[in-house]
């Protein structure tokens, strides 16, 4: 018996929510190193806010990247 013909139709959807894990570690370490670094310098807080979300727009435009690309190449 196959064992792998049964969990075919379901290997993407497990690979996209393991590759959710990536984004999700990335926003988090963008903000928790944002509020420590406003922490240490509260005058750069402009700067610092305007990197911070910079960060998170193109972490976030990866995870949906890695999102929508199975339903164009599969």
Not at 5 to 16: D, R
Request: hydrophobic share 55%; proline share 4%; glycine share 18%.
């Amino acid at each position: 018996m196959n064992v792998l013909a049964e969990v075919t139709g379901h290997i993407g959807a497990i690979g996209y929510g393991l590759a959710t894990l990536g984004p999700g570690i990335g926003v988090g370490l963008i903000f928790g190193q944002g509020v420590q670094a406003i922490a240490r310098q509260p005058e750069a807080y402009g700067l610092i806010r305007q990197n911070m979300l910079l960060g998170f727009v193109l972490t976030e435009a990866l995870a949906l990247i890695g999102l929508v690309a199975p339903f164009i190449y599969g």
